[in-house]
């Protein structure tokens, strides 16, 4: 073997070996920095070497590059042009998933916008086509919730997006089982919105668990603080005597 | 006498970059260069010149064979320590100033800081370059950097100097200049390796040549052998008329005549007595 | 021979000439001032482009282009220097002059090394001095606009934005000492730079290697992204940017572990490269 290609042996096996040493060294350096954060390692494969590539190359000029293309985006929403809007949607994400603006208005733009512009130009009516329309929403808030599944991802336990989430759920979906899910996961987190909480007692009253609404609502009063106007704290208090008596008076209907 | 460069039985082969197939430079080459000579390296370009020089300065590896500067092989860095070096082109760090690029070799070659800056300024006397110290080696002409060359070869004052085609792109003022430069050195004991295209210059200061050609050595020796020829003539110095005519007439009787020649100056005398009137 | 010569060991003022010799070079060099121009030039427009930002504060905003500047620009500087200081000599034929005399190639490879490393030093540094004086200038505007936001005071912390450039000078090094194993390899500049670019890229995203290795059913593709994970060093570590930004600080545990991390790859690097170069013939 020549000395070159002998070298080179020596070069790949030594590249090798030093990478296997410092292979846990390496973890333990990314576990001090960013936590048990996976970061963008959990995003599905291509979106996770955009996003790696866009770092790798772009660097922090990342977020400006983000920032045109959804100046570009905005273009393509003005036409109403699903296709473009929803890829810009997706690049800008891509390239600086750490603006959670793009994140939610993107998720917001495909849940709201896009069957609302599919409907107006199809002259479709909610009260002549309400399964169509039902698809349609449908369609879209699956795609909504996918960005926002990944948004969850690079940013992980945001209230925000939680919100939305639930939110889609709730009026896109119309399904208050999944929305009163995600508002309790809200509700349960630390340092949580007060109102997450009340509107899952609210969407358990119009799912008919009227019971379970007040005992939740029972269970979260005592630790609502007194001096903070967002609790709300008279206001949950008079929900709870509403309900109350709205049980009662069911027990009275129930009881001949 | 001390041997100051030895070249024992020289082969270096390059593998052609398409082909498999392998050049052969040089090709048991062997010479030996006295301390304190002045030694011509000769032959026609891709003759194994700059090759046999550069296994001379370990930049190559032989593949057969051995190069021993003062005994010791041109492998270990320390033979390298005893030679200077002016590389054919010559091509040096064009964003430097001359006496700032003397001083880096000095310095690389052992030198404190204040010794190479002194000594480097001497040089750049010396080779006619003191006005140029303090310009960027970017504006120098072709003559000026192979005067650079020259004084960073000599900033360590080594005993042996490897010269490759020092004149190149000089011009015949300048040539004369370098060439008595080279006599000065060799009048204070150092041995010089010249290669040179400039045969009337080799002739003029080396005392002993090698003629490369294809890899091969097709001759070598003192020059004063190499070079004499198959007649010999007298020489007859300026005398009176009756003298000559007496010679004449003696060689008639051998059924001989007297050849005349007048002395003929070269252009290259002509061009040096011109331009050094004119200035 | 001069007495002074010392020749039995490794000479590190022949290292130290060679490098102060090529930062010389480097900071000579136009490339030098225009990508330092380039990267200046783009956090002023931090300033003027703030109509543009949607999706972060100011302050991060302006932070972004700083770093951008510094990991762009500066990986640029870092292929090109390392490849026009250690190729561009062979390529030149300067190398001659240096190689005949008494030095040992261990010393010009980590002369070369020692001035690609110090040009990346003064660039980043110019530009981390720059970010800083921005950034104090813009919280200081925005602290007499919105008292109330910084009511305990200034919300980045200045040191880390310092430590945050060092780090880069360590990723850029370790990037600078990649190339001149390859340049110590190459037989032209532009394939010592086009593999540091690759190599900067690969480097960037090899924690996604690792994550992606054995996923694939393709034997191919395994391998590549087992040597992809293993044979390059995480340049990924280094992007802690946006934890600066947000006012978190690192700890100097892992400023340490990162010098040294980074120290690592640059010895092993050099050294691969002395190795190579040692037998090369010029």
Known sequence: ???????????????????????????????????????????PKSESLGQGLSLAILGGYRSIAANLIWLDMNGSWEKQNINETLAKIELATATDPRALFFWLNGARVVANDMPAWVIANQGLDQEKHPNTVKALNLKFSEKALELIENGLVAHPGNFELMVDRAVIHWKKREDLEEAAKSFLEIATMPNSPYFAGRLYAELLVELGRTDDALSYLKSIYSSLPDDDIQAMKPFVAERIRQLEIKLEEQKVLVIP | MDIAIEVKNLRKDFVLARQSQRLRAVDDLSFQVNTGSVFGLLGPNGSGKSTTIKAILGMLNPDKGECLIEGISSKKRESRARIGYLPEGPYYYKFMEGLEFVSLVGQLGGLTKLESVSRGEELMDLVGLQDACDRRISGYSKGMLQRLGLAQALVNDPSILILDEPTAGVDPVGAVDIANIIGGLKNRGKTILLCSHLLSQVETVCDEVAVLNKGNLVASGKIDELLVAGNEYMEIPECSLEATQRIEAILSEEGQSLVKRRDRKSLEQLFIELTQEEE | MNEKLNLSFWNMRHAWLIGKTSYLETVRMKLFYALLALSLFSLGCSFLLQEFNFGSDELKFIMDFGFGGMTFFGSILAIVTASQLFYGEIEDRTVFTILAKPIRRSEFVVGKFIGAWFCIVSFVLCLTLCLMLSLFVRESILMSQYPEVFSEGRLLNYLDVLGFGFMQCVRLGM??????????????????IIIGVVTWILGQLQHLAVNAWGQYDSLFLNTILFIVSIALPNFHLYDFGDKIALGESASISVYLQLVGYGALYCALYLSLAVLSFREREL
């Open chain 1, 1 to 43: 073997m020549s000395y070159r290609k002998w070298t080179i042996v020596v070069s790949l096996v030594g590249a090798l070996s030093i990478g296997a040493l410092t292979s846990g060294w390496q973890r333990l350096i990314f576990r001090s920095l960013h936590g048990d954060s996976l970061g963008t390692n959990s995003l």
């Open chain 3, 175 to 192: 990037l600078g000492s990649i190339v001149i194993l390859f340049s110590s390899y190459a037989t032209s500049s532009l394939f010592s």
